[in-house]
């Protein structure tokens, strides 16, 4: 199982009623700098934010392997995080709503957290049982295991060997090897090279993969499940993507965030019933019930689309609605498919 946490801002209107006990966040806010006029005609300098804001989700997921370069990603659960000034009786910070997120749940074993390099965390990752994936730093420093003392004399045995500077250790041609992978579902080919130690504050030992060749820059990988290959380490990382692909689903096409509710509990069912139905839609299209749109000019890759989904499920329970109420002596079997049930209709 590869569990995913990541964090999605909600966007709101301008003229949207403040709950009680919420607070709106910024959303890829930036500082610009303008010009403003007074009353008198005198010109100003004024900075401000720029960008929307919403209310701040740590989502919880499931990332399942259709095939080999192929993932797709499963909402869970979600919890708002709410700033403490707004909510100081029962404030969590983000990294406390996953560790919950995460133990509501009866995880099977050998369970993956994969997550951006917020939730990897020292805190976090002491906290859970599960082995996690998460990004490094290119200015991360790790440490050699410690070396046994040879006479054990006075004050406390070293708990971190010598610094490692991992990416000039790891950036040379001796340590970096070629792999050919599939990644996105694409075929790419990357150098990486690997070294296990320690990371400061970290309980548990990591194994901290270097991978060059797939971005324009080398970036950092860090996980806690010695086991795994480089090719894994990578592979599941680059699964994360689908989180975007899940969200932008989710909002065009089911609209999960787009809730006009008064209330916390609302708004929250609202999302889980979203989830659930984003989860059956889905496994409609993984399993092959319902296919792509396919035209002459043009033959989509993967799989159907949500509203592709949606858009064939109404279709055929408006037919079976027209089956029940015209087709009463049982001309047609009520598993009939859609296209022979219009060509019965039609004649």
Request: proline fraction near 4%.
């Amino acid at each position: 199982m590869r569990s995913t946490l990541y964090g999605y801002t909600k966007k709101f209107k301008p003229h949207a009623q403040h709950i009680e006990g919420l607070c709106w966040h910024a959303e890829h806010h930036r500082l610009v700098q303008t010009k403003v006029k007074t009353e008198s005609g005198e010109e100003l300098k004024a900075t401000g934010v720029v960008g929307q804001k919403g209310h701040s989700w740590v989502v919880l997921g499931l990332l399942h392997h259709v095939n080999p370069g192929h993932w797709c990603c499963f909402p869970l659960r979600a919890g708002l995080f709410v700033r403490k000034k707004y909510c100081p009786e029962h404030f969590e910070d983000k990294l406390q709503i996953a560790s919950r997120l995460m133990n509501s749940l009866k995880l099977p074993e050998n369970t993956l957290l994969v997550g951006d390099n917020f939730y990897g965390a020292a805190r976090l990752v002491n906290e859970l049982s599960e082995d996690v994936l998460s990004h490094l730093k290119n200015t991360a420093v790790a440490y050699q295991y410690p070396e046994p003392p040879c006479n054990q004399g006075r004050g406390r045995p070293k708990i971190y060997g010598d610094k490692v500077q991992l990416l000039t250790y790891l950036d040379n041609p001796q340590s970096l090897k070629t792999h050919t992978m599939i990644i996105y579902g694409q075929e790419k080919t990357v150098e990486m090279a690997s070294f296990e130690g320690l990371l400061r504050g970290h309980k548990r030992p990591v194994k901290i993969v270097l991978v060059k060749g797939l971005r324009k820059e080398h970036f950092l990988l860090f996980t806690t499940d010695l086991a795994m290959t480089d090719e894994q380490i990578l592979e599941y990382y680059a699964a994360r993507f689908q989180i975007e692909i899940t969200f932008r689903e989710l909002k065009q096409d089911l609209g999960a965030f787009n809730y006009r509710l008064n209330s916390q509990l609302g708004f929250s069912r609202y999302l889980q019933i979203s989830f659930l139905a984003y989860a059956l839609i889905k496994y409609l299209a993984i399993q092959g019930e319902i296919l792509p749109q396919t035209t002459d000019w043009y033959t989509p890759k993967g799989f159907a689309s949500p509203a592709r989904v949606q858009r064939v499920l109404s279709q055929h329970f408006q037919a079976q609605r027209i089956f029940q109420g015209v087709f009463q002596n049982g001309l047609l079997n009520k598993n009939t498919s859609l296209e022979d049930f219009m060509r019965c209709a039609a004649a």
